[in-house]
Every structure is written in structure tokens, then in C-alpha cells.
């Protein structure tokens, strides 16, 4: 099992930036692939990127070029930069590692018109 604990979530405005961060509990994290998902009200959750072990990144199409993920392995984290925010970017954030069946809380993110 692994615990995920997701921070960073809030209310901006449309344009603006946040960074979510996401601290997890697992050996040898450096050897998984991880990701962001996010459910917005009604709708099915939904991969928003990837970081695999390699360092190759993938993007939903909606937030390619908005947003950047990463990840330190020293800290067992992962983390995603999100800039130029819109209104239909507001979900609930979840991290994940590949292979898990673990979900943590979330992060709110709610972005303003």
C-alpha cells in the first residue's frame, strides 16, 4: 500500500498560477511511474500528466503547454506546476502511482471568472 498526501489546491483567479504538490509513502519510489489525475463535478476522473522513471513527461491535451509536472525522488514527491489557469481546470486533484490502487484526499482547485 501507499499513502498519498496532496497539498497546494485553492482559489485563483483565471490566469493565474498554483503549484500542487504531493508527498507519498513508498519504497523505492524512483522505480514508479506517477501522475496527476483530476475529477471536476460530474465528470469521470481524469489523467491530466505523467512523469515516467525516465523523466519522460505526457499531457492531456486540455493542459499541455499550461502545465508541468515533476518529481524529486530525494523527497518522494511529485509536483505540478499549473499556469494560465481557467474556469475548467477546476477538479479535484489526485496523485497516483502506477500499479497501486491507493488514492489520497485530493486538492481542491477552484479557478474564477
Known amino acids: 500500500q501507499v499513502q498519498l498526501v496532496e497539498s497546494g489546491g485553492g482559489l485563483v483567479q483565471a490566469g493565474g498560477s498554483l503549484r500542487l504538490s504531493c508527498a507519498a509513502s513508498?519504497?523505492?519510489?524512483?522505480?514508479?511511474?506517477v501522475g496527476w489525475y483530476r475529477q471536476a463535478p460530474g465528470k469521470q476522473r481524469e489523467l491530466v500528466a505523467g512523469?515516467?522513471?525516465?523523466?519522460?513527461?505526457n499531457y492531456a491535451d486540455s493542459v499541455r503547454g499550461r502545465f508541468t509536472i515533476s518529481r524529486d525522488n530525494a523527497k518522494n514527491s511529485i509536483y505540478l506546476q499549473m499556469d494560465s489557469l481557467k474556469p475548467e481546470d477546476t477538479a479535484v486533484y489526485y496523485c497516483?502511482?502506477?500499479?497501486?490502487?491507493?488514492w489520497g484526499q485530493g486538492t481542491q482547485v477552484t479557478v474564477s471568472s
Open positions: 512523469i515516467r522513471t525516465s523523466g519522460n513527461r
Open positions: 497516483h502511482l502506477e500499479g497501486f490502487d491507493s
Open positions: 513508498v519504497s523505492f519510489f524512483s522505480m514508479k511511474n
